[in-house]
């Protein structure tokens, strides 16, 4: 069984960081790119950053391109995003996903979501 599980969200003030993880197990990890995705209240999905399997390639979205950091532990099997110079339009749910390819997918397409971490910026 696919588990995914993030972790790391939280109360954040303008300009701080926070980092996620994701631990992941139920499929061998270091064959697929992975995914973050989030959800702020009342808006849609967003495919907001993607890793091929070795993390040798990434992606990301322009809303947060040079302020969040994109990694992998193949040996945890996790996930992480690093969240820097955070905006309050960055609160949203935070979900970790597995895609079916090696490579990141382009919107994002995803097999498998985990239950999501709640990131809240806010002073």
């Known amino acids: 069984e696919v588990q995914l599980q993030a972790s790391g969200g939280g109360l954040v003030q303008p300009g701080g960081s926070l980092r996620l993880s994701c631990a992941a197990s139920?499929?061998?990890?270091?064959?697929?790119?992975m995914s973050w995705l989030r959800q702020a209240q009342g808006k849609g999905l967003e495919y907001v950053s993607g890793?091929?399997?070795?993390?040798?390639?990434?992606y990301y979205a322009e809303t947060i391109k040079g302020r969040f950091t994109v990694s992998r532990d193949n040996a945890k099997s996790t996930l992480y995003l690093q969240m820097n110079s955070l905006k309050p339009e960055d609160t949203a749910v935070y979900y970790c996903a597995k895609t079916r390819s090696s490579q990141p997918v382009a919107g994002g397409a995803y097999d498998y979501r985990g239950r999501g971490t709640q990131v809240t910026v806010s002073s």
């Open positions: 139920g499929f061998p990890f270091d064959d697929y790119a």
């Open positions: 890793i091929s399997w070795n993390g040798g390639r990434t």
